[in-house]
T-cell receptor, first 111, second 110 residues
Framework: NAGVTQTPKFRILKIGQSMTLQCTQD?????MYWYRQDPGMGLKLIYY???????DKGEVPNGYNVSRSTTEDFPLRLELAAPSQTSVYFC??????????FGSGTRLTVV | GQNIDQPTEMTATEGAIVQINCTYQ??????LFWYQQHAGEAPTFLSY????GLEEKGRFSSFLSRSKGYSYLLLKELQMKDSASYLC???????????FGGGTRVLVKP
């Protein structure tokens, strides 16, 4: 089992560019989540999904979109990158038992 | 909404004990997690409390009082490798969403 895999690990974007952060899990987890973490802060929920075809907004969804066409994949899309989106992005999954499994993160800088 | 408060930073000496407090206000409480996060890495699971009381796991213990909206994480026999951020997070039944506090950065000094 690879767990939760995120790509890319690092990315620099110019203002106004778009990109997709990839997240894949091989544990057959229903619940998947995207968080962002600004320097020295806790994690804030962007979007989450309780199963294939179902997504919902978290605390800070503006500027992002998600889709969940399969159980394994939960990509996060940034359409018009802004400096405020400079952050570390973590994808996570959960079966419904306790404990989230986090990916290793994507460090994004928007310049 | 939810408020989760924990101190920003704590310093302790190697071999000592440190207690990290977390207070929360939430409806539909379904459990509290503690995660450890080393700089530049993903959070890793430490403990989960859903009932009142103390859960002990080696050098780490976590306590919960649901009536007081209070938890603490106790780190004993501190080691240099325990220098990290410790994140308190509350889960609500609806949607199984974890909401995190701002994290407490613990610095262990020799």
């Amino acid at each position: 089992n690879a767990g939760v895999t995120q790509t890319p690990k690092f990315r620099i974007l110019k203002i106004g560019q778009s990109m997709t952060l990839q997240c894949t899990q091989d544990m057959n987890h229903n619940y998947m989540y995207w968080y962002r973490q600004d320097p020295g802060m806790g994690l804030k929920l962007i979007y989450y999904s309780v199963g294939a075809g179902i997504t919902d907004k978290g605390e800070v969804p503006n500027g992002y979109n998600v889709s969940r066409s399969t159980t394994e994949d939960f990509p996060l899309r940034l359409e018009l990158a802004a400096p405020s989106q400079t952050s570390v992005y973590f994808c996570a999954s959960r079966t419904g038992d306790y404990g989230y499994t986090f990916g290793s993160g994507t460090r994004l800088t928007v310049v | 909404g939810q408020n989760i408060d924990q101190p920003t930073e704590m310093t302790a000496t190697e071999g000592a004990i440190v207690q990290i407090n977390c207070t929360y206000q939430t409806s539909g409480f379904n459990g509290l997690f503690w995660y450890q996060q080393h700089a530049g890495e993903a959070p890793t699971f430490l403990s989960y409390n859903v009932l009142d009381g103390l859960e002990e796991k080696g050098r780490f213990s976590s306590f919960l009082s649901r009536s007081k909206g209070y938890s603490y994480l106790l780190l004993k026999e501190l080691q240099m490798k325990d220098s990290a951020s410790y994140l308190c997070a509350v889960i609500k039944a609806a949607g199984n969403k974890l909401t995190f506090g701002g994290g407490t950065r613990v610095l262990v000094k020799p």
